[in-house]
Nanobody
């Protein structure tokens, strides 16, 4: 199994930025890709970004790609998501997830593709 712990959420003013962290532990040698999703109240969970465990490839949702950077630190087994120009609409619980497979019938933005999830970290953007 893989355990994921997110951190870095909190209250941010509109226009501000944040960096979320996701630390992985356990059977991390099985990880192929890690991703970030978010879920706002009353809405479906939506894909934000993904990065292969090797760090070679990244993918972003169109609506965040101009203001987000996903990265990883090999030594710390940690993936980061940095977001800027935050707006109240970015208020949500942010989750990281692990994909154990290099190929899948599901696309990157489909939550069913992912095998493990963190508990989430709340991000609140005030106007």
């Amino acid at each position: 199994q893989v355990q994921l712990v997110e951190s870095g959420g909190g209250l941010v003013q509109a226009g501000g930025s944040l960096r979320l962290s996701c630390a992985a532990s356990g059977r991390i040698f099985n990880i192929y890709r890690m991703a970030w999703f978010r879920q706002a109240p009353g809405k479906e969970r939506e894909f934000l970004a993904a990065i292969t465990w090797s760090g070679e490839r990244t993918s972003y949702a169109d609506f965040v790609k101009d203001r987000s950077i996903i990265s990883r630190d090999n030594a710390k087994n940690t993936v980061y998501l940095q977001m800027s120009s935050l707006e109240p609409e970015d208020t949500a619980v942010y989750y990281c997830a692990v994909d154990l497979h290099s190929s899948s019938r599901s696309t990157l933005n489909q939550s069913v593709r992912y095998d493990y999830w963190g508990q989430g970290t709340q991000v609140t953007v005030s106007s």
